[in-house]
T-cell receptor
């Protein structure tokens, strides 16, 4: 069965530290990839997406992600985190041609001021 | 705000009762999704609609769960004979033409 793995469940960083959150998926076909963020008390919001083309995609608030097909990975990065980045981050995969979105278990990020 | 709207936001019920949640998607979105989320987990796919047609339903969804989307606009998710294990946040989302999911605030169900 298709799955999405996020190995970091909880991450604590100080402001200005660099961030990398891992995401791996198990599916050999064509995929669309997403990162969603859920700030405390808010609904899930799209951070960035990859459909095709340049494997390095840039999203909102200085986030970027790199699709590495050979590693089935789509890791999220930010060079310098801020206290306001404290949130839960979810990686999701859409299987091409199915319109079904599968989410990882999420990574809870806490940024210390 | 013309985002995805869900109600009620919170529902507390006794085991064995039926509950119904409503979702109003963004008006021009033709696909609508229901997910369930429990503490420490990511959204778990339940079912989705394209217009009024229910195209896929998770095998995890027991026959106590039913969803409808009459006329291809709002959708309802009904849970019959609720069990304590049904306690969760039920999320609704709709997609735009770029395949981006837009989520509602969710409906939190607590079964006593």
């Amino acid at each position: 069965a298709q799955s999405v793995s996020q190995h970091n469940h909880h991450v604590i960083l100080s402001e200005a530290a660099s961030l990398e959150l891992g995401c791996n998926y198990s599916y050999g076909g064509t995929v669309n990839l997403f990162w969603y963020v859920q700030y405390p008390g808010q609904h899930l919001q799209l951070l960035l997406k990859y459909f095709s083309g340049d494997p390095l995609v840039k999203g909102i608030k200085g986030f970027e992600a790199e699709f590495i097909k050979s590693k089935f990975s789509f890791n999220l990065r930010k060079p310098s985190v801020q206290w306001s980045d404290t949130a839960e981050y979810f990686c999701a995969v859409s299987l091409s041609g199915t319109y079904k979105y599968i989410f990882g278990t999420g990574t809870r990020l806490k940024v210390l001021a | 705000d013309t985002g995805v709207s869900q109600n009620p936001r919170h529902k507390i019920t006794k085991r064995g009762q039926n509950v119904t949640f409503r979702c109003d998607p963004i008006s021009e979105h033709n696909r609508l999704y229901w997910y369930r989320q429990t503490l420490g987990q990511g959204p778990e796919f339940l079912t989705y609609f394209q217009n009024e047609a229910q195209l896929e339903k998770s095998r995890l969804l027991s026959d106590r769960f039913s969803a409808e989307r009459p006329k291809g606009s709002f959708s309802t998710l009904e849970i019959q004979r609720t069990e304590q294990g049904d306690s969760a946040m039920y999320l609704c989302a709709s997609t735009n033409s770029f395949g981006e999911l837009f989520f509602g605030e969710g409906s939190r169900l607590t079964v006593l």
